[in-house]
């Protein structure tokens, strides 16, 4: 199937650590993203990582990677409430012009000031 | 760069009307772009990818008689709603993807078009 878990809430305090984690479905995916939403808006790239990596650290953005799980989490450090959003993670499915993006569920990130 | 820019950003319409939404890359040639559409607090579900020159590939169970899509030049690709019915409300999102993408086919997303349908 091409099901993509997430968790559909998080809320955490401004300067704590936020994981979001997300579960995905085909293993021979290339790359995975994680992308975030802001109210009526659309998708912004956060992050990607290569399926051949186990971690990947990009500021404030840790994204670790288990693949035996097929387990995607995104770690935001010291959380702004300006990262409150909705976060999706995703897989690349599929090779060359027809490579397509199934995404997560969503998980909806609420920061308290 | 790699700008994406949607029209309308919202429209409500009567049911039984077309209607149609435009998707341009603004800064970069797309050589692929996608159509999405988000439920209130869903995920996005792809309904179809556009490869320029090529006819619209369909997700399975959108009815490409209703949203028909046309990939008419490099920079541009329309959705459209043909006789709309409230149940085609949602947000529609598209994405480009271009030979600047990089290894990593990184989509570029549009900001959305909210459709009502009335």
Known sequence: GEDVEQSLFLSVREGDSSVINCTYTDSSSTYLYWYKQEPGAGLQLLTYIFSNMDMKQ???????????????????????????????????????????????????L???? | GAVVSQHPSWVICKSGTSVKIECRSLDFQATTMFWYRQFPKQSLMLMATSNEGSKATYEQGVEKDKFLINHASLTLSTLTVTSAHPEDSSFYICSARGRTSGPYNEQFFGPGTRLTVL
């Open chain 1, 58 to 108: 990009d500021q404030r953005l840790t994204v670790l990677l288990n693949k035996k799980d097929k387990h995607l989490s995104l770690r935001i450090a010291d959380t702004q409430t300006g990262d409150s959003a909705i976060y999706f993670c995703a897989e690349s499915m599929g090779g060359g012009a027809t490579n397509k993006l199934i995404f997560g569920t969503g998980t909806l």
């Open chain 1, 110 to 113: 609420a920061v308290q000031p």
